[in-house]
């Protein structure tokens, strides 16, 4: 069916961040290295840069009544760089490769602060 739940819409999108961050925090506290602790860090930063960028973006979409796609969606915002399956990719690989994770930890923060300036960017030109 083509019906969306705006209380599954924000139970869905909570859950998610709630994931996004015990995954980070857990692989960092089994290998506390300084160097993950402040990559760690530097992910977590750029979630919440991303995360503020598109939620006041879909605020403001919603009061004027914009649409950025025809998908089937609870909350609307433009795309960016990294969404769901550029996620999962990433977090298959902080868990196949614990050794590595700084270097993966700071990839994925550049690629989140990038969909976070493609979305500023966005917005500079549509509202």
């Not at 960092?28 to 598109?54: G, Q």
């Not at 902080?94 to 976070?116: G, I, S």
Request: proline share 4%; with cysteine.
């Amino acid at each position: 069916h083509h019906k969306q739940s705006d209380f599954g819409g924000f139970l869905d999108l909570l859950l998610d961040f709630v994931i996004y961050l015990a995954i980070p925090l857990a692989l960092t506290a089994a290998n506390p290295t300084l160097l993950n602790m402040w990559a760690c860090l530097a992910l977590l930063s750029s979630y919440i840069i991303n995360l503020l960028s598109w939620t006041t973006l879909s605020a403001l979409l919603e009061k004027h009544k914009l649409q950025t796609s025809g998908r089937l969606t609870s909350i609307e915002m433009p795309t960016g760089l990294v969404e769901g399956a550029e996620t999962i990719a990433f977090y298959t690989l902080f868990l196949l490769l614990p050794t590595h994770l700084a270097p993966l930890f700071l990839m994925m923060a550049v690629l989140v602060f990038f969909t976070a300036s493609q979305r500023i960017w966005w917005a500079y030109h549509n509202l």
